[in-house]
């Protein structure tokens, strides 16, 4: 069973950066795809920013050229860095992780999911 542990959330000014981790219970380059989603009160869960395995990233419009994912594999580890924080980027943000298989001939997926850590950014 694959575990994710997130830390790094918190309470910060708008204007200011925080770092999100995700601490994975196995290299981060097992996995086909990591990512981090964040979800506000009365909204639905939503992809901020995703690293494929070969690398390549994607990010929402809203974060793009503020937040920044990366992965050290090495250490396991999943990282979000968030600068420039706004208000609106209040939410939980969970770490999520994607394995790939075939069965049967069909593509399937395994998705991972993290508690969650609380980022709060004020006015």
């Known amino acids: 069973q694959v575990q994710l542990v997130e830390s790094g959330g918190g309470l910060v000014q708008a204007g200011g950066s925080l770092r999100l981790s995700c601490s994975a219970s196995?290299?981060?380059?097992?996995?086909?795809?990591m990512a981090w989603y964040r979800q506000a009160p009365d909204n639905q869960r939503e992809l901020v920013a995703q690293i494929i395995k070969d690398g390549s990233t994607n990010y929402q419009d809203s974060v793009k050229d503020r937040f920044t994912i990366s992965r050290d594999n090495a250490e396991n580890t999943l990282y979000l860095q968030m600068n420039s924080l706004k208000p609106e980027d209040t939410a939980v943000y969970y770490c999520?992780?994607?394995?790939?298989?075939?069965?049967?001939?069909?593509?399937?997926?395994?998705?991972?999911w993290g508690q969650g850590t609380q980022v709060t950014v004020s006015s």
């Open positions: 196995r290299s981060a380059s097992s996995f086909d795809a």
């Open positions: 999520n992780a994607v394995v790939n298989f075939e069965l049967y001939g069909t593509q399937r997926e395994i998705n991972y």
